[in-house]
């Protein structure tokens, strides 16, 4: 299969999950250019450089409070991107962690803290956040969800999940048509 095409599949079905929901603008923070056209008409897209710190990408969202999603994550649950807000009430800084380590989210106020520097790639990011925040509290974690980042994680993908469709038709193009 193509990388870029993969690429494109599951960006897309990630940002179709976010821009699903109410009260919520998307905006595509991308490190790869030439990806405007897997977005609603209207949709800010931010390219940053490679590497780019998540405080970086912070410093460019507009609003009072941002949830950054990987790419990789098409079919995460909206509800847990509820839960990242509603953390939010009580914590600076909420993390939905990444089976296999890392983060598949991480929601902040805006500004983001100065503390709060760890990204979604970090190995144990609610541990560095904690280790940085002035008190244990101001980081809160809800359960946890997966990433596509080899191919053995595709046999995470429920064919029995609404949306990822693009992911989904991407794949079943490319003899995976049975993902369990």
């Given at each position: 299969?193509?990388?870029?095409?993969?690429?494109?599949?599951?960006?897309?079905?990630?940002?179709?999950?976010?821009?699903?929901?109410?009260?919520?603008?998307?905006?595509?923070?991308?490190?790869?250019?030439?990806?405007?056209?897997?977005?609603?008409?209207?949709?800010?897209?931010?390219?940053?450089?490679?590497?780019?710190?998540?405080?970086?990408?912070?410093?460019?969202?507009?609003?009072?409070?941002?949830?950054?999603?990987?790419?990789?994550?098409?079919?995460?649950?909206?509800?847990?991107?509820?839960?990242?807000?509603?953390?939010?009430?009580?914590?600076?800084?909420?993390?939905?962690?990444?089976?296999?380590?890392?983060?598949?989210?991480m929601a902040f106020g805006l500004?983001?803290?100065?503390?709060?520097?760890?990204?979604?790639?970090?190995?144990?990011?609610?541990?560095?956040?904690?280790?940085?925040?002035?008190?244990?509290?101001?980081?809160?974690?809800?359960?946890?969800?997966?990433?596509?980042?080899?191919?053995?994680?595709?046999?995470?993908?429920?064919?029995?999940?609404?949306?990822?469709?693009?992911?989904?038709?991407?794949?079943?193009?490319?003899?995976?048509?049975?993902?369990?």
């Amino acid at each position: 299969m193509d990388p870029r095409e993969f690429l494109e599949a599951v960006a897309e079905d990630a940002y179709e999950v976010v821009a699903g929901l109410d009260l919520v603008t998307p905006v595509l923070v991308t490190e790869v250019p030439g990806l405007d056209h897997l977005v609603w008409p209207g949709t800010e897209v931010i390219e940053v450089p490679e590497d780019e710190p998540l405080a970086g990408v912070a410093g460019r969202l507009g609003g009072d409070q941002a949830v950054v999603v990987s790419a990789d994550a098409p079919d995460l649950p909206p509800l847990l991107i509820g839960k990242l807000f509603r953390e939010l009430g009580r914590a600076q800084v909420s993390v939905c962690p990444a089976d296999g380590g890392g983060a598949v989210a991480m929601a902040f106020g805006l500004p983001m803290p100065a503390w709060a520097g760890a990204g979604l790639d970090e190995d144990e990011p609610v541990a560095a956040l904690r280790a940085a925040a002035p008190g244990r509290r101001t980081v809160a974690t809800v359960p946890g969800w997966h990433r596509l980042r080899t191919a053995d994680d595709l046999m995470r993908l429920d064919p029995g999940l609404e949306g990822w469709d693009n992911t989904r038709t991407l794949l079943s193009g490319s003899g995976l048509s049975s993902l369990r």
